[in-house]
């Protein structure tokens, strides 16, 4: 099946910087989702990104298809933003969403 | 629309006894998803239906685990003979799926501890 593959595990900002987290996907993926887990264990969801870019206030995610990747920027950030970011993968030609480890982001005040 | 929720939130349970959780998706939402979660790990992928089918079953299944959703409304996923290493956070998702978007929503999960 498809591994789904999240980097970097852990980071550790100062509030206000900016950040680039990625994901990897070993195949063919119908759809491409980014989450955000916070400390209570909500996981939400932040963009439905099969390809393209797509913007959201200081967020903004990027899925280039033909390279199995996708990225997840996160701008000015705020202490609020310090939860786990989790990508999800749904397999091609099946109905198996596959999550990645996660980064877990720590945004210090 | 109060989004997907899920009952119980917690459950305790000795080793051995059978549970059941359940989950109402948010309405009109064909699709719905469970998953476990393990302390520092991401969701499992543990099963999926559209309506009330029943399409995609995990192979971390095992014969202890079944889930149905009768009707396509809510559903249920219930394990039997519990053993301890099924503590963990069981979550529900929904989705409607359109041409440009099957964004899954998550429930807030109900935490099982298997004493």
């Known amino acids: 099946g498809i591994q789904v593959e999240q980097s970097p595990p852990d980071l550790i900002l100062q509030e206000g910087a900016n950040s680039t987290l990625r994901c990897n996907f070993s195949?063919?993926?119908?759809?491409l989702q980014w989450f955000h887990q916070n400390p209570w264990g909500q996981l939400i969801n932040l963009f439905y990104?099969?390809?393209g870019t797509k913007q959201n206030g200081r967020l903004s995610a990027t899925t280039v298809a033909t390279e199995r990747y996708s990225l997840l920027y996160i701008s000015s950030s705020q202490t609020t933003d310090s939860g786990v970011y989790f990508c999800?993968?749904?397999?091609?030609?099946?109905?198996?969403?596959?999550f990645g480890a996660g980064t877990r982001l720590f945004v210090k005040a | 629309d109060t989004g997907v929720s899920q009952d119980p939130r917690h459950k305790i349970t000795k080793r051995g006894q059978n549970v059941t959780f359940r989950c109402d998706p948010i309405?009109?939402?064909?699709?719905l998803y469970w998953y476990r979660q393990t302390l520092g790990q991401g969701p499992e992928f543990l099963t999926y239906?559209?309506?009330?089918?029943?399409?995609?079953k995990s192979r971390l299944l095992s014969d202890r685990f079944s889930a149905e959703r009768p009707k396509g409304s809510f559903s249920t996923l219930e394990i039997q003979r519990t053993e301890q290493g099924d503590s963990a956070m069981y979550l529900c998702?929904?989705?409607?799926?359109?041409?440009?978007?099957?964004?899954?929503?998550f429930g807030p999960g109900t935490r099982l501890t298997v004493l």
């Open positions: 998702a929904s989705s409607y799926t359109s041409g440009y978007t099957d964004t899954q929503y």
């Open positions: 195949d063919s993926v119908n759809n």
């Open positions: 990104i099969p390809s």
């Open positions: 999800a993968a749904l397999e091609a030609g099946g109905f198996k969403t596959i």
């Open positions: 309405s009109e939402h064909n699709r």
């Open positions: 239906f559209q309506n009330e089918a029943q399409l995609e």
